[in-house]
């Protein structure tokens, strides 16, 4: 089985600062994209960000200057780091992972559980 388990989400005053951490177990041969979404109440799922091990590969222009994505290969683990927080920001935020659990099979899309930021005014 495949496990992405998140932390870091909470309440903090518009201007703020929250990081999320996202971490993949379980059985993984190729950790491919790793990324962030998220859902504001009555909203779409929206994309925040993603990346691959080398390389950023998107990033919504509403956050763009004010969140940054990165990653720890060797820990399967991928980071949001939120600043400059506003409470349009408010949402579920949900790790994203694509991963390849054998040499023979193709990657399959796995999601967390989710974890609520909220940011207040």
């Known amino acids: 089985q495949v496990q992405l388990v998140e932390s870091g989400g909470g309440l903090v005053q518009a201007g703020g600062s929250l990081r999320l951490s996202c971490a993949a177990s379980?059985?993984?041969?190729?950790?491919?994209?790793m990324g962030w979404y998220r859902q504001a109440p009555g909203k779409q799922r929206e994309l925040v960000a993603t990346?691959?091990?080398?390389?950023?590969?998107d990033v919504a222009d509403s956050v763009k200057g004010r969140f940054t994505i990165f990653r720890d290969n060797a820990k399967n683990t991928v980071y949001l780091q939120m600043n400059s927080l506003k409470p349009e920001d408010t949402a579920v935020y949900y790790c994203?992972?694509?991963?390849?659990?054998?040499?023979?099979?193709?990657?399959?899309?796995?999601w967390g559980q989710g974890t609520q930021v909220t940011v207040s005014s």
């Open positions: 994203y992972a694509n991963i390849q659990r054998s040499r023979w099979s193709g990657g399959l899309d796995y």
């Open positions: 990346i691959t091990s080398s390389r950023i590969t």
């Open positions: 379980g059985r993984l041969f190729v950790v491919n994209t």
